[in-house]
């Protein structure tokens, strides 16, 4: 059974950043192509694929990238066995047994929101061989999905007019993932999507956490500091981090200043194991910084401020 994913975008935190992404490929897939974000592991590309699937006004349907996919992972294979038992009630000691191996076809997910028009959301679509990916190819291009000869149905269905696929995947160099043929991507949109700008994450932590802006300003200035001076790879991003220091100094009421031992011991918890610097460097770096960051958050107090 293939569950439909019942999205909400009330939650979803807009700036004029995200707004313009998020107006750039709605544009995309409102013309009838589909869109692949790319980008650093933590940006919110999976959030985002969400909301946009959301603002298409279908169904959604949800799968996540596997090394382990098969294509029928993708289109659906044959299922069913039925057994039958007679009892003879005039003599008891006839007992017969009726084996009859009935197929059904079942639908996996790109079967189904091919046919239905829903929209599908393939996350991390890159974790997945090449080739189990390649039957995308026809669908994306003639419209057409090809279903193996032991469907015991149609040879191939004709796509939804409103089927949409919203593809996201992380780089190459991220661990676990494939090189995407070529041919896929050209039948895409791709769309960057950077790490997100200072205002952009204080406005998430702020929402998703309920600190105060000025708190917010100070975690994401001290995150960024870290990771600029312990060369932390680009390949991810910085908000996660943030989101982990705000929800817990929000959720066991832990004030975000720096003098504090606790909210010290939570930064360094969460920051120092993102650190490819031994650790002695990496303790060294965060204790120069939690001394720094105070003049660095007010700065950018006052440059809000004049705003």
Excluded at 28 to 43: C, D, E, I, K, M
Aim: net charge neutral.
């Amino acid at each position: 059974m293939t569950t439909v994913l019942q999205a909400n975008s009330q939650n979803f935190v807009e700036t004029p950043t995200i707004n313009r992404i998020t107006q750039r490929a709605l544009r995309y897939l409102q013309a009838g192509f589909s869109v692949h974000l790319r980008g650093p592991a933590g940006t919110g590309k999976t959030t985002l694929a969400i909301h946009l699937a959301n603002l298409l006004e279908r169904p959604i349907l949800l799968m996540f990238g596997d090394d382990e996919y098969k294509s029928s992972d993708l289109i659906g294979n044959q299922r069913g066995y039925n057994r039958k038992k007679v009892v003879d009630n005039f003599i008891h000691t006839v007992v017969k047994l009726e084996d009859e191996f009935r197929s059904t076809w079942s639908d996996a997910r790109l079967t189904t929101a091919c046919r239905e028009g829903f929209t599908l959301v393939y996350d991390e679509f890159n974790r997945s061989r090449p080739e189990v990916n390649n039957v995308l190819l026809s669908v994306l291009e003639e419209k057409l999905l090809v279903l193996p000869a032991a469907s015991q149905q149609q040879e191939y269905i004709r796509a939804h007019p409103q089927f949409r696929i919203i593809f996201t995947s992380n780089p190459e160099e991220y661990c676990g993932v494939h090189e995407t043929q070529d041919a896929l991507i050209d039948r895409l949109v791709t769309m960057d999507i950077p790490e997100p700008d200072e205002l952009t994450q204080e406005e998430i932590i702020v929402q998703k956490s309920g600190l105060t802006r000025a708190d917010a300003s100070m975690i994401v200035q001290l995150v960024k500091k870290f990771r600029e001076r312990t060369h932390t790879s680009e390949k991810s991003s910085g908000l996660r981090a943030c989101l982990i220091v705000a929800k817990v100094c929000h959720s066991s009421n832990v004030p975000v200043m720096l003098t504090n031992s606790d909210f010290r011991d939570i930064c360094a918890d969460v920051l120092l194991s993102r650190s490819k610097l031994s650790q002695s460097d990496a303790i060294s770096i965060l204790n120069e910084l939690l001394r720094e960051v105070p003049s660095v958050s007010k700065s950018s107090k006052r440059r809000m401020e004049g705003k």
